[in-house]
């Protein structure tokens, strides 16, 4: 193994060693950005497919698997006690999305060794009895709650989260739908009522407006000649969508007052927005209906549950009791 996949294969180990000191897959999920490019987790029972790729982005070919190797198939033997190919796989596709594009070999080898490792410390602390710990034991039933909660919500909503309702939501959502006005103008932004004025006046003489943006203008927009590209009514500001919203293809507006100064506007286009393809927005309607689906099978279940609380009221606070649990 070379340098470099040295320092990887560390990193894996690092990472993978997190779930020992309990921040296992469920923090990962959560805390790293790399997962979530929205900045916000996936739902619990939303369809999620992360392909393995490689180093330069692409789908990773599957690997031939001999026909005699299984889930079951044992990896190593420590002290007695067996790992199989299977918990190797359940742990690689517990990884945050920026691990899965190792190398098979890296990944092979980095999680079996963290395996063993793991299991000479849960030996250890089985022997030194820390299995019986109520720190150690709440923290098993949390997980293993976790753990078959999220596969039955998962497994619900594969099941219901078909192709036919994706498209039927598709075509709800995106078809079946008065089209939405979008346009496509230039502004200029400029701090005062009379140097907009002055502006409108240089326009009505024959002035270039995209000439006059960038000279004048004063936001992001005026290199590009004040060009904002489409947009439609709520993406902008009331009295700006007002005011170039009345306008026809090619007319400039008077100057128009915002939040931000005052404004010279010209429409260049007006259409209906078109609207996007079914590839582009699936992932979108999946997480949608995923979420909604989730919350229904949760109201189901409630619903149904006879759930009792104590009536002498805990005070919230106890939460923070962290001494009730600590290991004597």
């Known amino acids: 193994m070379t340098r470099s996949t040295n320092r990887i294969a560390a990193a894996l180990a690092g990472a993978v060693a997190l779930g020992a000191l309990g921040l296992g897959p469920a923090a990962f999920a959560q805390t790293d950005p790399a997962t979530d490019p929205a900045a916000d987790p996936a739902p619990t029972g939303a369809p999620s497919e992360v392909p393995a790729t490689g180093t330069g982005g692409e789908t990773a070919p599957a690997a031939a698997v001999p026909a005699e190797v299984s889930a079951a198939t044992v990896l190593a033997t420590v002290n007695g006690r067996d790992i199989t190919l299977g918990e190797l796989i359940q742990l690689r596709a517990s990884l945050p999305a920026q691990y899965q594009g190792l190398p098979d070999e890296v990944l092979f080898e980095g999680l079996l060794n963290q395996l063993i490792d793991q299991s000479l410390l849960e030996a250890a602390g089985r022997d030194a009895g820390t299995a019986d710990q ?44 008065d089209p939405v006005q979008e346009i496509r103008a230039r502004h200029i932004l400029v701090p005062t009522e009379e140097q907009a004025k002055a502006l409108k006046a240089e326009l009505d003489g024959g002035a ?9 203008g004063t936001d992001g927009s005026a290199p590009n000649g004040g060009d904002l590209g489409f947009f439609v009514h709520g993406d902008m500001v009331p009295a700006f969508a007002d005011a170039a919203f009345a306008l026809d293809a090619g007319q400039i507006s008077e100057p128009v007052q915002s ?41 189901e279940l409630r619903d149904s549950a006879e759930i009792v609380l104590p009536e002498a009221a805990i005070p919230p606070a106890a939460i923070r009791a962290d001494g009730l649990i600590a290991p004597e």
């Open 134 to 177: 109520l720190d150690v034991a709440l923290s098993l039933v949390n997980q293993v709650r976790a753990v078959i909660a999220e596969a039955y919500v998962r497994g619900r909503v594969d099941a219901e989260l078909t192709e036919e309702r994706l498209m039927a939501e598709y075509q709800a959502q995106f078809v079946e739908v």
């Open 208 to 216: 270039d407006f995209a000439v006059l943006a960038m000279e004048h």
């Open 259 to 299: 939040p931000y100064g005052w404004h010279l506007i010209k429409v260049e286009e007006k259409r209906d927005r078109p609207a996007p393809t079914y590839e582009e927005v699936r992932p979108v309607i999946a997480d949608e209906l995923g979420r909604a689906l989730s919350l229904e099978i949760m109201a």
